[in-house]
T-cell receptor, first 109, second 120 residues
Framework: QKEVEQNSGPLSVPEGAIASLNCTYS??????FFWYRQYSGKSPELIMF????GDKEDGRFTAQLNKASQYVSLLIRDSQPSDSATYLC?????????FGKGTSLLVTP | GAVVSQHPSRVICKSGTSVKIECRSL??????MFWYRQFPKQSLMLMAT?????????EQGVEKDKFLINHASLTLSTLTVTSAHPEDSSFYIC????????????????FGPGTRLTVL
């Protein structure tokens, strides 16, 4: 069983703060890790991916990967109310993605 | 780039009927497409992996005779829910895997907008 664990939340942060979303995974064979954002009633949209240990920045988003600890995280700087959504962590195994249940983020004005 | 469409976006049908959902990659060729199902407040569950020109690979517990998948071209995959029942009501989402669009060389899955199926 390829497990992906995320805190379901909701994680509440004030506007302008940093939101930190965490994810652990069980499949050591996973090489690439994707973060998707899903608004209620909509399909997931890709935020970014990471495949090397360390940090990767893309605008207000930073993904962090530690394969030894089987841990991946997503930081959102300067959080905006429009960032309120469910964030899905998805390690790739072969061609398939294993999705966690997601963390619900609420950014309050 | 990397746009995936799905049709229809919403369908309501009577129990026992069959429903076909189309998934198209609009601006790239996708040798691999995926079909997911998502129940309310649940995670996306992979149903099957579809490769162009070959039979789909179904996940454990997914009935291949009930969920028929055809991937006839590099831009089109279809999912047919045969003899649908109320328990099949769900949000069905396809994705297409791209190796050429955008993001620095790693193959990426792009999702269609989803099809909400309600079986009465």
């Amino acid at each position: 069983q390829k497990e992906v664990e995320q805190n379901s939340g909701p994680l509440s942060v004030p506007e302008g703060a940093i939101a930190s979303l965490n994810c652990t995974y069980s499949d050591r064979g996973s090489q690439s890790f994707f973060w998707y954002r899903q608004y209620s009633g909509k399909s997931p949209e890709l935020i970014m991916f990471i495949y090397s240990n360390g940090d990767k920045e893309d605008g207000r988003f930073t993904a962090q990967l530690n394969k030894a600890s089987q841990y991946v995280s997503l930081l959102i700087r300067d959080s905006q109310p429009s960032d309120s959504a469910t964030y899905l962590c998805a390690p790739e195994s072969g061609y398939a993605l294993n999705f966690g249940k997601g963390t619900s983020l609420l950014v309050t004005p | 780039g990397a746009v995936v469409s799905q049709h229809p976006s919403r369908v309501i049908c009577k129990s026992g009927t069959s429903v076909k959902i189309e998934c198209r990659s609009l601006d790239f060729q996708a040798t691999t497409m995926f079909w997911y199902r998502q129940f309310p407040k649940q995670s996306l569950m992979l149903m099957a992996t579809s490769n162009e020109g070959s039979k789909a690979t179904y996940e454990q517990g997914v009935e291949k005779d009930k969920f028929l998948i055809n991937h006839a071209s590099l831009t089109l995959s279809t999912l047919t829910v045969t003899s649908a029942h109320p328990e099949d009501s769900s949000f069905y989402i396809c994705s297409a895997r791209s190796g050429t669009s955008g993001l620095g060389g790693t193959d990426t899955q792009y999702f269609g907008p989803g099809t909400r199926l309600t079986v009465l």
